[in-house]
């Protein structure tokens, strides 16, 4: 009936000026090589049939089904794939179409010397090629007979048989003399792994953009801890280079007191380096003791901060940090100590929002004493005013001897304008050193 084209063809229909002959067989090609490449399956797919079917004379592969069948070989060439490596100095590439039919072909340079893993990812589909050697001056194909999968067919073909919502974190972990760091936990919030013998982790995650941190929370007490911030994890790729340096540390400790007896809890404690800057804080616990980690090998000072009307003895502890040491700073005996008042001001049983002008003292006053000499030199006045929610909070010097006066002056206003100042008072107030003592209010 004469040449026909083929209603429905994938950007170019088969040429075939003669039809189809007895004995003539088309079949899908396995690769860009031909039909048949040692029993894999006809299987490759350009979104082209002239290029994608070859024909023969004589039937040369039976048909097969689902329980006589060769496994693919190559596949729909994967152009746009995204490859990287975990070396830290190779870029991340993409595959692009080569050859005419098209291969997906890739070239990684720059990649450092050593052995590696290789993430290969197209939409979801990803392969995860270990065991990469890579020698100096040198190329590698990839899959090899060393790597893991290896190669079964001689042709480095690789198959995104896999499927993955995950992103890979990649970097290695030294210590300050650049050697590698064995069994170190690296993790972020979503995982966690250990480096290995030549100091590189390859660290699984989910997408997101992370903090990536080296030996939390000093687990070798041989080394601080390090972070890595705004880490982005994308899906199926490697994000490599996410290296750290561990230097050798170790932790203090100490205790904070009233009276070398009794524990002072809630004091903040510093350790600051010999260049003035703050290594690390603690702040003491009920038992009034601190511990402050994460420090390199070297000396600190450590001290308390205190206000201005508390003082520490010693002042000051100057200790000397070596690797996996728990060093004592000593005990910090603290005089002066502040302690609290807190409560709320209503007036008709609600808050008052304007603010109530809050005086504690251990002197009896009716009005809010003038500033002069006398007041300076006579007893101390702590004041404070509320805060639009009707609570306040007042520090004062603690003692578990002298008792304080509270008082609250509200100020309202008559219909002429006038302002009106009324007083309450609280007496009796014991406010130990530390300690802060809770609903004192006060009702208008």
Not at 196 to 215: D, E, K, M
Not at 325 to 351: H, L, N
Not at 377 to 399: Q, R
Request: hydrophobic residues 35%.
């Amino acid at each position: 009936n004469g040449r026909r084209t083929a209603p429905v063809y994938e950007t170019d229909g088969l040429d075939d000026n003669f039809g189809l002959e007895s004995n003539e067989q088309y079949l899908r090609k396995a690769s860009t090589f031909n039909v048949h490449v040692h029993g894999w399956g006809n299987c490759y797919d350009s979104d082209n049939n002239n290029k994608d079917f070859a024909g023969s004379l004589f039937i040369q592969i039976p048909p097969r089904n689902s329980s006589d069948f060769f496994y693919p070989f190559t596949g729909r060439p994967a152009v746009g794939s995204v490859v990287s490596c975990n070396d830290g100095l190779s870029d991340i590439v993409t595959a692009t179409a080569f050859g005419d039919p098209p291969v997906a072909r890739f070239l990684l340079t720059s990649v450092a010397t050593g052995t590696w893993s290789v993430m290969i990812s197209s939409g979801e589909r990803f392969i995860e090629i270990n065991n990469v050697r890579v020698l100096a001056n040198s190329s590698v194909g990839i899959p090899n007979n060393m790597t893991n999968p290896i190669d079964y067919t001689n042709y480095f073909y690789i198959q995104l048989s896999s499927s993955t919502e995950l992103g890979f974190i990649s970097g290695k972990v030294l210590n300050i003399l650049g050697q590698p760091l064995n069994n170190i936990r690296v993790e972020n919030p979503t995982n966690f792994t250990f480096t290995n013998s030549l100091g590189n982790y390859f660290l699984a995650s989910s997408t997101g953009i992370y903090t990536v941190v080296a030996n939390p929370n000093n687990l070798n007490p041989l080394y601080i801890s390090l972070k890595r911030e705004n880490v982005e994890v994308k899906r199926a790729q490697i994000t490599s280079g996410v290296d750290f340096v561990l230097s050798e540390g170790g932790r203090i400790t100490g205790f904070v007191t009233l009276d070398r007896i009794n524990p002072l809890a809630g004091v903040v404690v510093l350790a600051t380096n010999l260049a003035g800057f703050v290594a690390g804080e603690d702040v003491t616990d009920r038992n009034g003791r601190f511990f402050i980690s994460n420090l390199s090998s070297g000396t600190y000072y450590v001290e308390p901060v205190l206000s201005s009307k508390e003082v520490a003895i010693p002042t000051v502890s100057t200790v000397t940090v070596t690797p996996g040491s728990t060093v004592f700073a000593g005990t910090f005996t603290i005089t002066g100590v502040m302690g609290k008042v807190s409560g709320k001001v209503f007036a008709g049983g609600k808050p008052i929002s304007t603010g109530v002008l809050i005086i504690a003292s251990t002197a009896t006053i009716t009005t809010p004493p003038n500033l002069s000499i006398a007041t300076l030199t006579s007893a101390a006045y702590f004041l404070t005013s509320s805060y639009e929610d009707g609570s306040y909070t007042l520090e004062v010097i603690g003692s578990s001897t002298t008792r304080y006066n509270l008082y609250g002056y509200y100020t309202t206003y008559d219909a002429n304008g006038n302002p009106i100042v009324s007083r309450r008072e609280i007496t009796n107030v014991l406010i130990p050193p530390g300690a802060e003592i809770t609903d004192r209010n006060f009702n208008w």
